[in-house]
């Protein structure tokens, strides 16, 4: 059975590309060195909630038709837009994403990428105060100390630990790992490693400090190499397998971000405590951050998302940078789709603007707040949207979806997923990466070639294929108009 | 009459692995639905609200109402903070309040929870169908 | 003087785009010409004529700057306003965004509400609300730190998150509640909010007064306390007489901001007056 | 498609043409002898200049670090956009342009040729997306090579010829055009936020020292036969005192040229040019410099002129760009590349008024003026970081016009001023000597046969400028100098008309150039690369390199190597 080597995930930001997939019959049966998501996308993404035909809404209902005529529906419909929404963007890929910015401009319409509703906040603070960053190597060869701070590497990035931070082994830093490893060794066999890991991934108790009410000064860890904190408002997964775990009380990040601020450069404070946390405890961690050689920080959605969102980041972006007046360190947004950071970075050089670009009036505008598709749907201020590889309707606040659903929809997927049920014109796709090749962006900027394992059911295109036509339509109806 | 027990939290949405494969299954699948209808609560409130897991609750908040399942968590303890993973569900409570961000409000919302379990927790259609009417 | 009236054609649902309605542009314009200025209703070019009624009210002078009044709701019309350096706006009914942006003199007066950004990076004149305004009322652009650098602001209801941020100069004055991030970064001048201050007010801010005379839920652990004081001055003629904690900061950036708390409304921060 | 340029006052230095009204007949994309009179299409030039299209061997265009730039920074674009056209993209400037409008600011001053100097091998896809993105002209790009661990490791134990082959793969793998090096040895130290001091200074870990690493690559460059020299940004750029190193940079290969050669390229050579002890005794190097490169021939170097303008720094050099953020207070970003590179972006506002801002504008000029031949120093604002390079038309008035420079030196800081040697030098650049500096002078450096010239088989890629040198003394009309070097009357770009009075006509696609080096032993080090690959780097290998399709028009140059 013919075995494909390298293949990249297109799941999450870790963007992993030692995956190796086993082909059979033109199916994908097996899945080796993947995650639980990554299995489930390569082993499921054919399964019964595939759509297999372009289909048009008639009388309410969604039904069959050929590609040619849903194209040239869809083209109508935004040819004719006067504030079209173009939305998606994070799950397809850069070439993917550069049609789709052509066809914004070309109908003057608002286009966003997912990145508005999980990193937009970091991004908005990365434009304030700059970002000192680097390569997900470099963490593994050299960073001895790894936060991670309102993120949940353990579910939504399930190899990050291990394939880049402190389960890595880097050249200058050796794996936290093994010291785990080793324990076990001990006590099974070889062939039982494996489990053993998986058991004591599970079991083994972390050093969890009491919850908040009861907090108290700990003594902190003076373990040897690698370290591992994990900041969060609840005990995560990720937080059970670090070496420490702050728990901070929910919307007080901030406040725990700027103190920190405070502490690293030796300043006193005149609280008590700070989100719920005893200083004392805080300035043992300040210590471990300014005395390591190489830190990194890793924050997600728990950062963004909370009260204070953009200037949460803006306090951790600061926070790292005045670190590096004492020492090495880096931070990192934990980016979710495995592109949305290729649609940042295509966006930006071809508009200037990492995301919620307006072409209404013929060139690049950028607000989010005001350009943004959610604020653009709770203003009411769309007639049309045509979305791309995303499911808006799952994930936008109920209002926000309800003015999407009401005007004509576009929707391009391979799936049967939530915002297709309500669409007008409803295009399927081929999954990049899996059927279709491409390039995808890391969470650290690198590109890497998505590659095309399988063919697609007869009939099913590219995203890029079917924007392609799309924007061929758009133009041919134009032109027309023109003449007339 | 008794009164209801009512319960006043702090919501958060956010990812879980069992969505996140979920997701990749499809987003009609089973694993999908069952994987975001659910809310996780600490057991000593769920104690205090006199649910079991698997009960049906109500989460309110000033945006909507939603019925989801109750599920005990297993990061416990964390006191008056409950989750639901993101998803249709998760949006009918959530605040869409941008803040001139471009970001609605998914962590942080103030809400109540009370036991509901006469009322069912709406499978994807019927919701669909009851908040947007199409589909 | 020349006075002109604007009446909305119709309810705007599109984004409207008119950085012509400003006295400069229309002063000395004749009605026509005004009608025949450029604007944008969504993505489509239109002139001002096809979405306002324009009508010439008075025109005896052409020496004094034109007053605009515009009658009716304009949330959707953008960039009203903007760069203004002369005469008068006056909007009866609610105002989009941008209203005022850039603006060097003159006066924009709004009986109703704006939506976010208005006043943005003003460097003269005045701006008052008599409803409530937006988020980012008087804050520079995006990735800019070029804040407010002159002129007045007065909002009586209530506004949103980061009002003032990074800002230099002038003097903005809200007699209802404020939003999170009051003068976030801000260097100068001085922002005062009668009412209640949603959290993190002053933070990282350099220089400059903030003046919260209600609720404040927190001060950030990084301000220091400096006194009390019996009283804080807003600007000539306007004083309020009630004890105010006054806290300096933001440490994290070495600001020497002046952060002042009424006491009365806030028993919370009796915490820090064993410092004093 | 046949193009006949009549009647213009031509200046092609390669061939030795100066100022000669003739007629350039163009054919098929190349300058051919003659063409069909009557079928070609005719541009009368008469009372123009025609030169060919203008080249930068130093121009930050692409890449990550540009759009990491791009992304920084909404407010350098917001005030200066460009709508759609029937023709031609949207996009936005000012000092970082989106890639469809740079190709465009190029075209419409008459620039066909672009070199991206610093592209980071671990994402070379990217660089060559932007690129293949950016219409018009022709580009290349340089992957920065003096901190790769490779090379350190091999230069280290003396392993030249396997550092070669490895050089020579990466050149194919990256699609890249030259050998770049960036505070060579001081980014790797930046890895771990340290810098080497100067360069006989080890870098940490690796027992090497920037001098190694300079003489190694040099060596290397030279068994590689690479069309250009090795491409060095020096250690300590931006500190004052500096010019001692960049002396010592030059001085430390002298004994590597022959035959007169170049072996050595140092660019923005202004930013290595400082003299003093601190910013306060800070003052110009120029002199040295331009008396070292006098006496040379071993050297060819590029201005880094500044520009008074808000503009974006972005240089490879971390430490570098570091200490800037420190200096200036502004938003800071920093991109290390795993065992490769690193990055900053300093946003950055040069000042008339500021004694530094106003010393670094004097001394790009004192080099450019005071360095005799100007095949050896060519023109360039390294942009972003000088300033952006739609500044190129005040550059080229300043070098003709010694009444241009004084209008400015009366404006700056008056400290800077009488410091300056401006006043003293009276040289002012002919038109033939402008084509030499910004474009035979660039091509040659480069090695591209085929460009910076107008004789038979050279690209066609021309630029017609609305002055003429017969009737007008650029010296005192350097404004309309400006003028037209702002909008070239026409730009030709390999033979068809893409801008006509400063307006972009047609938006065609540029080939990317690339060195497909042959080395004799085919590297064998796939194996062993494969096996170091995993210890090295965070992707697997065979999705390391930029395959062809990257390329929106690939055009390979098959170099012979010497190993």
């Given at each position: 059975m013919p075995v494909v080597k390298a293949v990249t995930c297109p799941?999450?930001?870790?963007?992993?590309?030692d995956i190796e997939l086993t082909v059979e019959n033109g199916r994908i049966v097996k899945v080796k060195n993947g995650c639980a998501m990554c299995e489930a996308k390569f082993?499921?993404?054919?399964?019964?909630?595939?759509?297999l035909k372009p289909m048009i809404r008639k009388n309410g209902g969604l039904v069959k038709t050929t590609l040619k005529e849903a194209v040239r529906r869809a083209a109508e419909i935004l040819a004719e837009a006067n504030y079209p929404v173009l939305y998606g963007w994070s799950s397809t890929s850069c070439e993917a994403i550069s049609v789709g910015i052509e066809l914004a401009e070309e109908v003057g319409g608002v286009i966003d990428n997912t990145s508005v509703v999980c990193h937009g906040p970091s991004i908005l603070s990365i434009q304030n105060v700059g970002i000192p960053s680097c390569t997900l190597g470099q963490i593994r060869h050299r960073a001895d100390l790894i936060v991670y701070w309102g993120s949940n590497p353990w579910s939504a990035h399930p190899r990050h630990i291990e394939r880049y931070t402190a389960f890595a082994e880097g050249r200058f830093e050796k794996s936290a790992w093994r010291s785990y490893v080793n324990k076990v060794k001990a006590l099974v066999g070889r062939k039982k490693l494996q489990s053993a890991i998986k058991r004591l991934f599970v079991k083994k108790p972390a050093p969890v400090p009491p919850p908040i009410s009861e907090y108290k000064p700990y003594p902190f860890i003076t373990k040897e190499g690698r370290k591992l904190i994990v900041i969060d408002v609840r005990r995560t997964k990720s937080a059970e397998i670090a070496d420490y775990f702050v728990q901070v009380e929910p919307n007080k990040d901030y406040e725990l971000l700027q103190a920190f601020r405070m502490l690293i450069r030796d300043q006193e404070l005149e609280v008590d405590r700070v989100a719920g946390v005893p200083v004392e405890y805080l300035e043992e961690v300040a210590d471990v951050m300014v005395s390591c050689d190489f830190g990194a920080l890793f924050f997600g959605l728990g950062l963004t998302m909370s009260s204070g969102k953009l200037r949460n980041i803006d306090a951790a972006l600061s926070l790292v940078r005045d670190l590096n007046m004492r020492t090495k360190f880096i931070i990192m947004p934990m980016r979710g789709h495995f592109n949305v950071t290729g649609a940042n970075i295509v966006f930006t050089w071809q508009t200037g603007y990492p995301y919620a670009v307006d072409f209404s009036l013929g060139y690049p505008r950028y607000n989010p707040g005001e350009t943004s598709v959610v604020d653009v749907l709770l203003r009411k201020e769309s007639d049309a949207a045509i979305i791309v590889a995303s499911d808006p309707v799952s994930s936008f606040p109920r209002k926000a979806a309800e003015h999407l659903v009401k005007n004509p929809l576009i929707v391009i997927d391979p799936h049967m997923n939530v915002t297709a049920q309500m669409a007008d014109v409803l295009i399927p796709s081929a999954f990049v990466g899996i059927e279709a090749s491409g390039t995808a962006y890391r969470m650290d900027h690198v590109p890497i070639p998505l590659k095309k394992v399988v063919n697609p059911p007869k009939g099913i295109h590219p995203d890029e294929e079917i924007l392609r036509r799309i924007l061929k339509e758009v133009r041919r109806i134009k032109k027309k108009e023109e003449a007339a | 009459m008794e009164e209801k027990p009512k319960l006043k939290v702090t919501l958060l949405t956010g990812r879980t692995i069992e969505q996140g494969v979920g997701k990749e299954w499809g987003k009609s699948s089973k694993e999908y639905v069952e994987s975001v209808s659910v809310c996780y609560m600490d057991p000593e409130d769920m104690k205090r609200l006199g649910v079991k897991d698997g009960t049906n609750i109500q989460v309110s908040t000033a945006f909507g109402s939603v019925v989801v399942k109750a599920v005990k968590s297993l990061r416990a303890p964390h006191p008056g903070v409950v989750f639901i993973p993101y998803g249709p569900w998760a949006n009918v409570v959530v605040d869409p309040e941008t803040h001139s961000i471009g970001m609605p409000s998914f962590k942080g919302i103030p809400a109540t929870v009370e036991p509901a379990p006469d009322k069912p927790v709406l499978g994807l259609k019927e919701l669909l169908k009851t908040v947007f009417r199409k589909g | 003087m020349m006075l002109v009236n604007l009446y909305p054609l119709k309810e705007f649902k599109l984004p409207v785009v008119a950085e012509c309605i400003n006295p400069d542009i229309f002063q000395g314009k004749k009605p026509k010409e005004i009608e025949g200025l450029e604007v944008w209703e969504g993505n489509k070019q239109k002139r001002l004529g096809e979405l306002f009624k324009v009508?010439?009210?008075?025109?005896?002078?052409?020496s004094e700057a034109a007053v605009i009044t515009i009658h009716g709701d304009v949330s959707h019309v953008k960039r009203i306003g903007v760069g203004m350096k002369g005469g008068e706006i006056v909007v009866k009914g609610d105002a989009g965004m941008h209203l005022g942006e850039e603006m060097s003199g003159g006066k924009i007066t709004v009986y109703g509400n704006v939506l976010g950004w208005a006043g943005s990076m003003m460097k003269g004149g005045t701006i008052e609300i008599h409803g409530n305004a937006g988020d980012y009322l008087g804050a520079p652009y995006r990735g800019s730190t070029e804040g407010m650098k002159g002129g007045k602001i007065i909002v009586h209801g209530n506004v949103g998150n980061e009002v003032g941020a990074h800002m230099k100069k002038g003097l903005i004055k809200i007699y209802g509640n404020a939003g999170q991030f009051v003068g976030f970064r801000m260097h100068g001048g001085t922002i005062y909010v009668q009412k209640d201050c949603g959290g993190r007010g002053g933070a990282c801010m350099t220089d400059g007064t903030i003046v919260v005379g209600g609720f404040l839920e927190s001060v950030l652990p990084t301000f220091t306390i400096e006194g009390l004081r019996k009283r804080v001055k807003i600007e000539e003629g306007e004083v309020v007489e009630a004890p105010f904690y006054l806290f300096l900061g933001d440490l994290t950036e070495n600001g020497r901001g002046r952060l002042f708390v009424a006491k009365e409304p806030n028993p919370h921060l009796g915490y820090y007056e064993k410092f004093l | 498609m046949e193009l006949l340029i009549k009647n213009g006052l031509v200046y092609d230095p390669i061939n030795g043409v100066n100022e000669e009204k003739m007629d350039i007949a163009v054919k098929d994309g190349k300058i051919v002898e003659k063409v069909n009179e009557r079928r070609a299409k005719k541009?009368?030039?008469?009372?123009m200049i025609v030169m060919p299209g203008g080249i930068d061997i130093h121009s930050h265009i692409a890449g990550g670090k540009v759009n990491s730039g791009r992304l920084l920074r909404p407010e350098d674009h917001f005030k200066d956009f460009e709508r759609k056209t029937a023709v031609t993209r949207s996009g936005v400037g000012y000092?970082?342009?989106?890639t469809f409008t740079t190709g465009y600011r190029y075209a419409r001053m008459g620039w066909t040729t672009v070199m991206d100097p610093a592209m980071p091998p671990l994402e070379a896809k990217h660089t060559h997306e932007e690129l293949s993105d950016t219409p018009i002209i022709d580009k290349a790009s340089y992957p920065l090579l003096g901190d790769w661990w490779f090379v350190l490791e091999y230069l280290r134990d003396g392993k030249i010829e396997e550092c070669a082959r490895h050089v020579a793969w990466m050149i194919k793998a990256t699609k890249g055009y030259a050998i770049k090096l960036v505070n060579p040895g001081g980014l790797e130290a930046w890895g771990f936020g340290r810098n080497v001091k100067n360069i006989d200074d080890p870098v940490p870990y690796f027992g090497i020292t920037p001098r190694e690493i300079i003489r190694g690559l040099c060596r290397v460059n030279k068994l590689l036969n690479l069309p250009h020299t090795i491409h060095v940004h020096t250690n300590n750029l931006g500190k004052p005192g500096n010019y001692v190193t960049a002396l010592e940079t030059m001085k430390c290969v002298e004994d590597l040229a022959e035959d007169g050669k170049p072996v050595i390229h140092i660019t923005h050579c202004q930013f290595s040019a400082f003299k003093g002890d601190d910013w306060r005794t800070f003052e110009s190097g120029a002199e040295e410099i331009a008396n070292y490169v006098n006496a040379h021939s071993h050297v060819t170097m590029d201005m880094g002129q500044v520009i008074f303008t808000d503009t974006t720094t972005m240089t490879a050099d971390g430490p570098f760009q570091y200490i800037l953020y420190t200096l200036s207070g502004n938003k800071w970003v920093n991109h290390d590349v795993e065992t490769e590179t690193s990055a900053g972006i300093v946003p950055f506002h040069y000042r008339r008024r500021s004694y530094v801002h106003a010393t670094q504008w004097s001394i790009g000029l004192e080099l450019a003026l005071l360095?005799?031949?100007?095949?050896?120093i060519l023109m360039t604002t390294d942009h972003p970081n000088g300033g952006p390079f739609i500044a190129y038309p005040r550059i080229v008035a300043w070098l003709m016009s010694r009444k241009a420079r004084e209008a400015t030196l009366k404006k700056i800081n008056s400290k800077a001023r009488s410091r300056s040697l401006l006043p003293t030098i009276d040289r002012e650049l002919s038109f033939y000597e402008i084509a030499i500096v910004t474009r035979a002078g660039q091509a040659k450096a480069l090695g591209l046969k085929n460009k910076g010239h107008l004789g038979i088989g050279a690209d066609a890629d021309i630029a017609i400028y609305k002055f003429n040198s017969e009737t007008m003394d650029p010296s005192k009309k350097y404004k309309a100098v400006r003028r037209a070097f702002k909008r070239a009357a026409y730009t030709i770009k390999s033979g068809q008309v893409v801008v006509k009075d400063g307006e972009v006509l047609k938006h065609v696609d540029g080939a990317t150039m690339w060195l497909d080096v042959k080395t004799s032993e085919e590297a064998k080090i796939t194996e062993e690369m494969k096996r170091r690959f995993k210890d090295y780097w965070t992707v697997e290998f065979e999705n390391y390199p930029v395959s062809e399709d990257y390329l929106a028009i690939s055009q390979p140059t098959t170099v012979k190597a010497d190993v």
């Open positions: 799941v999450c930001g870790s963007l992993c590309d082993l499921g993404y054919c399964g019964e909630h595939r759509v | - | 009508e010439v009210a008075k025109e005896e002078s052409v | 541009i009368d030039a008469s009372g000092s970082i342009p989106s360095i005799k031949d100007p095949w050896k």
